[in-house]
């Protein structure tokens, strides 16, 4: 939450745009109307969101871009995240940017949530079972 607080308060003053904040604090029966003023706002607009509460139920059409501080364990959760913004009625390109610097823990989040991806892959598409389990032992090696 403090990572999403200093962005909101970087953003509210390098921006010339309205600031709308997304988070679990917000009831749940006041989200929608926090996304529909921040998609009715003529012009250029930023809505910061924690990805518990965004990542479900709210369709953010609106969005041009997408950019990530940090993500979930669940490779899934990030997933319906960025698909909020690819629903019906999107009518432009979304950009998706991910920030993430070496040597931090959201570098080693993203290391886990490939691993994670690959396997996830591997055991519904199908394949060796070989693959997988050296894919667990090299991870297992890594860490």
Partial sequence: RGVLD????????????????????VP???????VRAWSDTK??????CMLQVAGVGLNMVAASQLQF?????VPGLNQQAV????????TRP????????????????EDILKSKKKL???IIEGGDDAGW?????????SS
């Fill in 6 to 25: 200093a962005y909101v308060k970087r953003a509210q003053a390098t921006y010339k745009a309205p600031v709308f904040e997304l988070t679990g604090e």
């Fill in 69 to 73: 501080i940090d993500k979930l364990f």
């Fill in 28 to 34: 749940i029966p006041q989200r929608q109307e926090i």
């Fill in 94 to 109: 979304v950009q998706v940017f991910e920030y993430i610097a070496r040597d931090t823990i959201e570098k080693r989040i």
């Fill in 43 to 48: 012009g250029p607009a930023v809505i910061a």
């Fill in 120 to 122: 996830s892959r591997e």
């Fill in 83 to 90: 698909d909020r913004a690819h629903r019906i009625g999107q």
């Fill in 133 to 141: 389990k050296r894919m667990l032992v090299e991870e297992a090696m």
